[in-house]
């Protein structure tokens, strides 16, 4: 049977494809079976290096090791076999297949400049291990979802949405805010809303830590940074963080 080597690249946090595929590989395997939640394949390095590495020693110690395999994704070891040169991976839902990038859902609300100004002053103002962005969609006078925002929404780190609503939700937010809901976790998920006497519940049930209400735009700021470092602590992007979070 023709080997067909596989290079794997190890994953000790958060780091885009793009990047991930332009360092050298930590590991070469032979693919043996793939299912569609697991993988089984023999690495092929030698045995003494597998074994001083840093993953290797991870695993040893009981922690979750995870590897991107290129054309596979994403996967966590389950077990090795060393005298066989076996290893069993299950399926990751890692976040490497995003960008780091906040997706902000405005609206054409004097709250949305407000938030923007935030978002905007918290990027520059936070060191981040890798340079945040902040992308929004364009506004049509019909809304719609079209096939880049939605790329862009689904690859963002965060969706964060202006849900100020007088008296109702921004056709295009409602948009954006379903779709995220069905494509991205909660905890990737942050709704801001400007208080008002004239506010209207939302349709959707989402958990008070992925909500932001507001008063005044001074006060904006400092809560939003709050928000934004607890959100983004699984991806160990800012300076402030310790090494001990995971996505997972």
Not at 17 to 42: C, F, G, V
């Amino acid at each position: 049977m023709a080997i067909i080597v596989l290079r794997a690249w190890y994953l000790p946090q958060y780091e885009p494809l793009d990047q991930i595929e332009q360092r050298p590989h930590d590991l070469r395997l032979n693919k043996s079976s793939l299912l569609k939640t697991a993988l089984r394949a023999d690495f092929l390095d030698d045995l003494t290096t597998v074994q001083r590495s840093e993953w290797f020693q991870r695993y040893r110690l009981g922690e979750t090791v995870e590897f991107y395999i290129e054309g596979s994704g994403s996967y966590t070891i389950a077990n090795i076999d060393v005298l066989s040169h076996e290893i069993y991976f299950i399926k990751s839902n890692r976040l490497s297949y995003l960008e780091p990038t906040l997706f902000f859902s405005s609206s054409d609300r004097p709250s949305s400049d407000e938030i923007r100004h935030a978002l905007k002053a918290f990027i520059a103002n936070t060191p981040s291990r890798l340079p945040l962005q902040l992308v929004e969609s364009p506004r049509s006078p019909v809304p719609r979802l079209q096939t880049p925002v939605l790329t862009h929404l689904r690859r963002a780190l965060l969706f964060i949405a202006d849900v100020t609503a007088c008296p109702h939700l921004d056709g295009a937010v409602a948009l954006e805010l379903g779709y995220a809901i069905a494509s991205k976790r909660c905890n990737q998920i942050l709704l801001i809303e400007q208080q008002s006497l004239d506010r209207s519940p939302l349709p959707v049930a989402i958990p008070s830590q992925q909500r932001l209400i507001y008063g005044e735009a001074a006060e904006l700021a400092t809560l939003l940074t709050s928000h934004l470092q607890t959100l983004l602590a699984p991806f160990q992007l800012l300076a402030h963080e310790h090494q001990t979070h995971s996505p997972d």
